[in-house]
């Protein structure tokens, strides 16, 4: 059973950054694509990015792109989600996510939730 571990969030202010990682007990790493989530309070878990197992295709939800970048370390098993300009409407539990790589359509379900491990999740919450 592969478990997902975030870390870092917190507390944060407009216009200021955070780091959220999240670590996988899983062997072959590089193999799972990972995805971040959000869940804001009244509102649906929505896509924030996604790094596919394969080079550095990446994807991201359009409120945050230009802000937010997603990265993977696979030598520490590890994938990083940098959160700069934040914005009090990225207040949300944010959610690590990953799946296997080659069973995994990551252009067609990258944004859908199909994942097949999630994290406990972490919060972020950006005061004005």
């Known amino acids: 059973q592969v478990q997902l571990v975030e870390t870092g969030g917190g507390l944060g202010q407009a216009g200021g950054s955070l780091r959220l990682s999240c670590t996988s007990s899983?062997?072959?790493?590089?193999?799972?694509?990972m995805g971040w989530f959000r869940r804001a309070p009244g509102k649906e878990r929505e896509l924030v990015a996604a790094?596919?197992?394969?080079?550095?295709?990446?994807k991201y939800a359009d409120s945050v792109k230009g802000r937010f970048t997603i990265s993977r370390d696979d030598a520490k098993n590890t994938v990083y989600l940098q959160m700069n300009n934040l914005k009090p409407d990225d207040t949300a539990v944010y959610y690590c996510?990953?799946?296997?790589?080659?069973?995994?359509?990551?252009?067609?379900?990258?944004?859908?939730?199909?994942?097949?491990?999630w994290g406990q999740g972490a919060q972020v919450t950006v005061s004005s």
């Open positions: 899983v062997r072959t790493f590089s193999n799972y694509v």
């Open positions: 996510a990953s799946s296997f790589g080659p069973t995994f359509n990551f252009e067609r379900d990258y944004a859908t939730g199909n994942y097949y491990c």
């Open positions: 790094i596919g197992w394969i080079g550095v295709n990446t």
